[in-house]
């Protein structure tokens, strides 16, 4: 019992007494009786004792402070939501299935089946725990429906923010829920009311790859690979790194590193069209040890230069050759250079339009620039003269302007017919002399080459979302293994197809007829370090033993009639309040 | 007794100063065998004075006229027969526990007593219980009156309007009373005023009749009835006795001013400290007596 419902017994004591005290009446004899309001005389006759019966406020109060001391008390009650609800918050991490079959995962799912899901008198609740919070099925599932849907969890995730999934229960469930952490690594501090973190996890020494990148220069590709050391003691650093498909070895590592120490190897691949492998041979701890760059180098965009101006057309031209990302033809489908807005069935053109003044104004001044826009991010500042038509007026969100004037805007959307409309007079100008003009191309190309079918990125890093362009006409695609079998589905909005974080490992996605070939790389630092992991003691009966707990809270049920009974007492003391004004 | 006795014997010795109103105003006391204190219609001239409007013109002294050219007429001694019925309420409520009620009923009755005496009455006491006895002789010293405990526990109204005692004709008629019972005043005072030269109704209240001693709770008893009632005294109770008490007070003094009665009212305890009975001696009931 609360303490509140003590004090509430007190107060109904206090009250009774109260009343009986004031009960105690002294006898006061009076000639008459027939001034004290209309009294009736017996018609039989004889005395008349006018027993004075309890008031009925004294009955109503009391009444209302059992309820209050009822409802202080916390009552409990066995209603239709009887069973215990439980939330099991699993970590989603790839650590969870470190040495299987003894991984902390499968350690878990033992204790799970033998004791929470024996627990028939209980309501459960799975959340994945991975970059974002995951609800496993649905919510309140019996034992054996969670059972049959424990197999989603499967420890795939780069990172397991199990704080943010913490912050999800704490947000969207009642406060008497008992929530169940399986992880393998220890709480950072002692978890606190109806929270249990049960950890599974054990102390290993671990080499992992933790960084992996290729990126283009020039006709070469330049990689980097990063291994760090996350043992206790010094320990050997046996890898390679070779190209798979011409079975070459790039680079044999063997070397000894100390605790937290990192090897980094550069080195220039000039075979762009073909992938690079990394791993680690020496390291028993094998789901950090593999690392794939894939060819990045896109399909160079097919682009048509249709400019009047001898002087444009070349200046143009030698922009896009620069940028290594697109190859000028005669016609395209893709971008065109004009300074006439051309009109086009195909949905998928962009059209750069150079807007030639006649009789253009010249200025050297101060050029405000949109810097987080795909078309200028990363432009240097404008040095140079300029030459525009000042009549012309903005019609679409515009990226660079002078005063009022546009300098470049674009209309219409990326996934469709993009407008770039450029005001720029070539013959009175400089710009096209300076730092800006080449990367104002590149900027323009790579963006195009966004919107050209196929993923964003050839290597991501586990745990990012991996968007893909689609093909015209196609409204799905599909992510599939190495062995054929489909991993993810997503269907395309804005020809856009966004599937969440993958495993490491090697995938094709699949769009219609086309597919391309992408390399996901676990590459966490976080995850690969295997020195904290640890495991706590496991009770026997995670769920507590008072499972009284867990039955509705019905405090309403005394606290809606105590309201009704104080409205009542109300009324019935402003009643008597106005009967002894009446007078 | 002995403080009924002493109060009684202090009344009368009050009551020597006073004497009981005999006026012509009274119409039936004409004719007696007393002389009056006034001037009336007996065969005794008293003196002369100049005619009024009103006066008999059966006294103009012709001889007198004559003489001075004078309208005068003669005065005559006023002749009466007066008798007083002194009418005294017994019942449990004039012995009230805590008020001097019982002794203040007394008194009155003895100075009224010993004021009519002084006055050339007769008088005739009445003891009004159950059933109105009278008082042989009413020359007995009061406390030594039969039946005189005040411990009748019924309705005195009903008494006198079922059981009206054997009033003398054109007497003085005087009920001292609280009033404190349940019926009808034009009932009583009818029966009483019934061949009266004058009916007086004497209401002798204790202090505490009006305005209880009540606060917080209290367990009410009526002394006569028994009954009992339990209340938590509070202001608006206070408000509503006071309130019933004044209206029956009113409707007495109402139905007296219609029967012809006098309505007097006297407050037992600071009546018995003076001795005078300053109401009857305010609307000339009594008469203070010259030295």
Redesign the interface.
């Known amino acids: 019992m609360s303490p509140a419902a003590l004090w509430g017994l007190l107060a109904i004591s206090a009250l009774a007494a109260v009343y009986l005290f004031?009960?105690?009446?002294?006898?006061?004899?009076?000639?008459?009786?027939?001034?004290?309001?209309r009294?009736q005389?017996p018609a039989e006759g004889g005395?008349?004792?006018?027993?004075?019966q309890t008031p009925f406020i004294l009955l109503v109060e009391i009444a209302i402070l059992i309820l209050l001391v009822l409802a202080a008390a916390n009552p409990r009650a066995i209603t239709g939501e009887k069973l215990i609800p439980v939330i099991l918050i699993l970590d989603d991490s790839l650590s969870m299935g470190v040495n299987a079959p003894d991984s902390p995962k499968a350690a878990a799912l033992k204790y799970i089946e033998r004791v929470v899901f024996a627990a028939t008198s209980t309501r459960i609740t799975m959340i994945k725990a991975g970059a974002q919070p995951e609800v496993i099925g649905r919510h309140d599932m019996t034992p054996a429906e969670a059972a049959t849907m424990l197999a989603e969890w499967r420890c795939h995730a780069a990172d397991a923010d199990l704080f943010k999934a913490l912050r999800y229960v704490t947000e969207s469930f009642a406060s008497d829920v008992s929530v169940l952490v399986f992880t393998d690594r220890p709480a950072e501090k002692n978890p606190e009311g109806r929270m249990q973190w049960l950890s599974f996890g054990r102390p290993l020494s671990n080499v992992a790859i933790t960084a992996a990148s290729r990126y283009a220069l020039g006709a070469a590709d330049r990689c980097f690979i990063e291994f760090t050391s996350f043992a206790a003691e010094p320990c050997r650093l046996e890898a390679e790194i070779l190209v798979p498909e011409q079975n070459r070895l790039i680079e044999s590592i063997d070397t000894m590193l100390q605790p937290g120490e990192t090897r980094r190897v550069r080195f220039v691949i000039n075979e762009t069209a073909l992938a690079v492998q990394a791993n680690i041979k020496n390291d028993p701890v094998t789901f950090d040890n593999v690392a794939w760059l894939l060819p990045i180098r896109r399909v160079p965009l097919d682009v048509a230069v249709d400019l009047g101006s001898k002087l444009l057309q070349q200046t143009v031209t030698r922009a896009i050759e620069a940028s290594g990302l697109a190859k000028v033809t005669g016609s395209s489908s893709q971008l065109l250079f004009t300074t006439r807005l051309a009109a086009t069935a195909d949905d998928s053109l962009w059209q750069f339009v150079f807007k030639v003044a006649s009789q253009p104004a010249a200025f050297s001044g101060s050029v405000s620039l949109d810097k987080i826009h795909p078309l200028t991010a990363g432009l240097p500042p404008v040095r140079a003269a300029w030459a525009v038509d000042s009549a012309v007026r903005a019609e679409g969100q515009v990226l660079m302007s002078a005063g009022t004037v546009p300098l470049l805007e674009v209309q219409g959307r990326p996934e469709q017919n993009l407008t770039a409309v450029f005001n720029y007079t070539p013959e009175y100008s400089d710009l096209h002399k300076s730092a800006l003009w080449p990367a104002l191309f590149y900027n323009l190309l790579a963006w195009r080459q966004q919107f050209s079918p196929g993923p964003a990125a050839f290597n991501f890093r586990s745990g990012s979302d991996i968007a893909v362009s689609l093909p015209a006409e196609v409204e799905r695609a599909e992510i599939l293994s190495e062995d054929g079998s489909s991993v993810a589905e997503a269907v395309g909005w804005r020809r856009q197809a966004v599937f969440p974080g993958l495993p490491p490992g090697l995938y094709q996605v699949r769009a219609g007829a086309a597919s391309w070939r992408i390399a996901v790389n676990l590459c966490s630092a976080k995850e690969s370090d295997l020195r904290a992991a640890g495991a706590s003691g496991l009770p026997e009966l995670p769920l507590p033993a008072e499972t009284m707990l867990n039955f509705a809270d019905v405090r309403w049920w005394f606290i809606v009639p105590a309201l009704l009974l104080l409205v009542l007492h109300q009324f019935l003391t402003m009643r008597r309040r106005s009967?002894?004004?009446a007078? | 007794m002995s403080s009924l006795k002493e109060t009684v014997s202090a009344a009368e010795l009050a009551g020597q100063r006073f004497y009981l109103n005999v006026s012509s105003r009274f119409s039936g006391l004409q004719g007696g065998g007393r002389f009056g204190r006034n001037t009336g219609n007996s065969l005794e001239f008293v003196d002369h004075r100049e005619y009024q409007p009103g006066d008999d013109v059966r006294h103009i002294d012709w001889n007198a006229m004559a003489r001075s050219d004078r309208l005068t007429v003669k005065l005559f001694r006023e002749e009466v027969s007066p008798h007083l019925d002194l009418l005294v309420d017994a019942s449990l409520?004039m012995q009230?526990?805590?008020s001097r009620k019982r002794e203040a009923l007394y008194a009155m009755t003895a100075i009224l007593r010993t004021a009519a005496i002084n006055a050339g009455y007769t008088v005739s006491a009445w003891i009004v219980k159950d059933r109105c006895r009278r008082v042989e002789p009413a020359s007995l010293p009061i406390h030594d009156w039969p039946g005189n405990d005040c411990d009748f526990s019924g309705n005195i109204g009903q008494t006198l309007v079922s059981f009206p005692p054997a009033l003398r004709p054109a007497g003085v008629r005087v009920l001292i009373s609280?009033l404190?019972?349940?019926e009808e005043p034009q009932a009583v005072l009818r029966q009483l005023s019934n061949n009266a030269a004058l009916l007086v109704i004497v209401q002798l209240l204790?202090e505490?009749?009006i305005l209880?001693?009540?606060s917080?709770?209290?367990?009410?008893?009526?002394?006569?009835?028994?009954?009992?009632?339990?209340?938590?005294a509070?202001?608006?109770?206070l408000?509503?006795?006071q309130?019933?008490?004044t209206r029956?007070q009113e409707y007495w003094k109402r139905s007296c001013t219609r029967a012809g009665a006098v309505f007097t009212r006297c407050v037992a305890g600071s009546f018995l400290h003076e001795m005078v009975p300053e109401e009857l001696l305010k609307n000339e009931i009594l008469m203070a007596r010259s030295r």
Not at chain 1, 22 to 37: N, T
Not at chain 1, 47 to 52: K, Y
Not at chain 2, 234 to 237: A, F, P, R, Y
């Open positions: 004031r009960r105690q009446a002294r006898d006061v004899k009076v000639s008459s009786l027939m001034f004290f309001g009294r005389t005395r008349r004792l006018t027993v004075p009967a002894d004004a007078f | 409520s009230l526990d805590g609280d404190f019972w349940k204790a505490t009749d209880p001693p009540l917080g709770n209290v367990r009410i008893l009526d002394c006569e009835s028994g009954e009992a009632v339990e209340v938590v509070e202001e608006g109770l408000r509503e006795y309130a019933n008490f029956h």
